[in-house]
């Protein structure tokens, strides 16, 4: 099945319990499927994705340019001023805190590739029971904030994105993955999973409610 069909119009195969991707995709399958038990409202799509991504990269794009006139601010400063370090101090020699390399990535490729700030953009417009979704690392303080309020995991091992979703057919937990037609590990408790999870050597993020807003 095309994954890029399947973001434009909504809807899964029929004949999968899951979307199954035929292009790179693995990102915005993995997204949709962990989101899809949860319901309320459109499934991320492939052009929203791509359009975060170019967004993303725009304000990267800014950043690095206002760095880059820092960088040349400082240099003109440290011209005027490295004749008189060197007469005062023998030496003139400096060290630019500018001069690393930016990270010149992109967050989406033509094949569909999406980078983590992208999944994580496109899981804050969803909402689930009025509030809103935050996409994070599982560590940490996301780790303790979202304990007992996980509504699932994306996991990740460098080449490729799957899941793991809620279920309600005999265990509470299932991991699905885009390149395979059916579940294959479930787990039956939320312990069972997380002790899973954190002996796992690949990246995790867990998606979960954000904390409400205080009452006034």
């Not at 804050?124 to 303080?141: D, F, I, M, P, T």
Request: aromatic residues 8%; proline residues 4%; negative net charge.
């Amino acid at each position: 099945m095309d994954v890029r069909a399947v973001g434009n119009n909504g809807d899964a195969s029929p004949q999968s319990r899951h979307e199954q991707q035929r292009f790179e995709e693995c990102g915005l399958c993995a997204l949709r499927n962990v989101l899809k038990p949860h319901g309320g409202g459109e499934l991320p799509t492939w052009a929203l994705l791509q359009q975060d991504a170019r967004e993303i990269e725009e304000g990267e794009d800014a950043l690095l340019t206002e760095v880059e006139c820092c960088r040349q601010v400082y240099r003109s400063i440290y011209d005027m001023c490295a004749p008189l370090g060197s007469a005062l101090f023998g030496s003139s020699s400096y060290a630019c805190c500018f001069d690393a390399e930016p990270d010149s990535r992109r967050r989406c490729d033509s094949g569909g590739n999406f980078g983590v700030e992208v999944l994580m953009r496109a899981a804050a417009r969803r909402q689930v029971n009025g509030n809103s979704l935050l996409l994070e690392y599982w560590g940490g303080r996301h780790r303790e904030d979202s304990h007992g309020r996980e509504l699932g995991f994306i996991l990740g091992s460098g080449k490729h994105w799957w899941c793991v979703r809620r279920c309600s057919k005999g265990s509470r937990w299932e991991e699905v993955d885009s390149l395979e037609h059916d579940a294959s590990s479930k787990w039956g408790t939320d312990e069972e999973l997380r002790a899973h999870l954190a002996d796992s050597g690949d990246t995790v993020l867990v998606l979960y409610p954000a904390a409400a807003p205080p009452a006034r």
